[in-house]
């Protein structure tokens, strides 16, 4: 005897396809979405089918947006000559988060991953050589993570980068604000040490 009836259990099945959702949060969402007064189902599902025929990638930057070039590199207020690598559209709206940055992005929509097949064609590599090739950048600061991939793409990355007329520079790694030295893993503790800076 089926249980959930087959319309549910589809909604459930393609909820529990996306990244980090199981089967019993994709049964949560489901039901919650079944509870709300259709209006709102319709809303969803309008949104979803909208989505891909109005994002686009930038042809400069490769981030999602609805406008080509997008409203970063569009921003005459914004630094184009400080390229700042990072792996997705994820990381750019962290970074845009802090305010801090006020130059143009690169995506690479990936890291180096030899192992699942992800080379330097499988990313928007050629693209940021041609970029930087152009000549109208001074700086490229790669912002991968510091994980085995992103750190195997930062390398890549400078490598192929260390003849071009630019300064090459990497996102600071170390000690968390507010954390205690002693909790610090020793990879951590060293990468601050190597990216240690002038006190004054």
Known sequence: MQVIPPAL?????????????????ATRLALN??????SQALELAAALSELHGAIQLCSCCFTFSESDPCAICADPKRNSAII?????????????????????YHILHGVLSPMDGIGPEEIKIRELLARVNSGTA???????????????????????????????????????????????????????IESRSPAV
């Open 9 to 25: 259990e589809r909604l459930i099945e393609s909820l529990g396809k996306l990244p980090g959702i199981g089967r019993k949060t």
């Open 33 to 38: 979405i079944l509870r709300r007064p259709v």
């Open 84 to 104: 700042c690598v990072v792996e997705q559209p994820g990381d750019l709206l962290a970074i845009e988060k802090t305010g801090s940055f006020r130059g143009h």
């Open 138 to 192: 001074d700086e490229v600061l790669i912002a991968t993570s510091s994980t085995v991939p992103g750190e195997a793409t930062a390398s890549y990355l400078i490598d192929r980068l260390q003849g071009a007329p630019i300064k090459l520079t990497r996102l600071a790694c170390g000690i968390p604000m507010g954390m205690d030295i002693k909790y610090a893993d020793r990879h951590t503790l060293a990468k601050a």
